[in-house]
């Protein structure tokens, strides 16, 4: 009798386990590549903003002769006279592009947190007028100056709103310290959930450059007996977003610092000059009568823009800046 011819049977274990671990070990090889691809994508797409910012900010410049002023209002010496209430470089940057209420920048803005300006110079008294209302809307009259419609008349957008990611403060930190919670902030594209229900990125950090001082050269001894409101004279002042640092993580606050403002004078002010000298420069002018060479940041004459990137946290390696260290 002839025996039946058996079928081809399955794939036995072995050949099983075998092909799983070579997808496993393809997956293994595809999923870094493919972060890596994700976080370049980033990047790409936090340099376009920042080319939104730029092309803004040199239109700001254009009509008004001078970039927006970056300096902490509180840390003034003395501390503003109008509104003492922290205002600093990134919250400045976003009223510079958007407005203080979105509604576009006004051109006689004092830059304070509350949209107050003292007009006649004089302080306190009638020429202190309202020039944004950014918790009741701008349809309440400003006597002194203007009508509500006159007001957003002369109002300026120097950049989309599609492209600014302006949120309010308290959209991003839990815990907004001093800052007036309705200030808005631009936010770079490494968008997280917040607690507040937005999904935001982390806060543009703006530092204008003081054209008046030559040299980006930290020394304690600029510092004074007052650390938080002394003035250096570097071309770049870390004070500048200090208090904003110091809200530290928007969601746990400051159970996590970040790496650029730890609390530690000294070396917070030095890894913000690690970051910002032009190492080329400082190499080119070594000599034995001045073995450190020249210190000089990157953009001395216009502005420094910083993204906290991937990670959230400033002063950390993946960071993204508005220039390309090791170029010009």
């Known amino acids: 009798m002839n025996r039946q011819k058996r079928g081809k049977g399955g794939f036995t274990i072995v050949e099983l386990l075998t092909v799983m671990g070579v997808i ?3 997956i293994g090889l595809l999923v870094p590549a493919l972060n890596m691809v994700k976080d370049y994508s980033r990047e790409i797409q936090q340099k376009a903003q920042f080319h939104s910012i730029d092309v803004g900010l040199e239109m700001f410049k254009n009509d008004f002769g001078v970039y927006p002023e970056s300096d902490e209002n509180s840390y003034r010496v003395p501390a503003h006279p109008i509104d003492p209430t922290y205002y600093c470089g990134a919250t400045k940057l976003a009223e510079a ?3 203080l209420d979105l509604l576009g920048f006004h051109p006689k803005s004092g830059f304070t947190a509350s949209g107050l300006n003292d007009l006649d110079g004089v302080g306190v008294g009638a020429g202190v007028v309202q020039i944004y209302d950014a918790i009741n809307g701008i349809n309440v009259p400003n006597v002194y100056v203007e009508t509500g419609s006159q007001n957003i008349d002369v109002r300026k957008k120097y950049i989309d709103l599609e492209h600014a990611n302006a949120y309010r403060i308290d959209d991003i930190y839990v815990n907004w310290g001093s800052f007036n919670r309705y200030n ?3 936010c770079d594209v490494y968008a997280k959930k917040r607690q507040s229900g937005k999904k935001t990125g982390m806060p543009i ?3 204008r450059a003081r054209t008046a001082y030559k040299f980006q050269n930290y020394l304690w001894s600029d510092l004074g007996s007052d650390q938080n409101a002394a003035q250096n004279d570097d071309i770049y002042n870390y004070w500048d977003n200090e208090r904003l640092l110091a809200l530290g993580d928007p969601e746990q606050g400051t159970t996590i610092l970040h790496p650029l403002r730890t609390g530690t004078v000294v070396d917070d002010l030095q890894r913000f000059e690690e970051m910002i000298l032009n190492k080329q420069v400082q190499t080119a002018t070594k000599t034995a009568a001045f073995p450190d060479g020249v210190k000089r940041p990157y953009r001395a ?15 950390t390696a993946d960071d993204v800046l508005n220039f390309e260290k090791g170029k010009e």
């Open 301 to 315: 004459d216009s502005y420094i823009l910083i993204s906290a990137g991937k990670d959230g946290l400033y002063g």
């Open 205 to 207: 950090l703006y530092y």
């Open 184 to 186: 808005f902030l631009l």
């Open 24 to 26: 496993a070990l393809l």
């Open 97 to 99: 592009m958007v407005g």
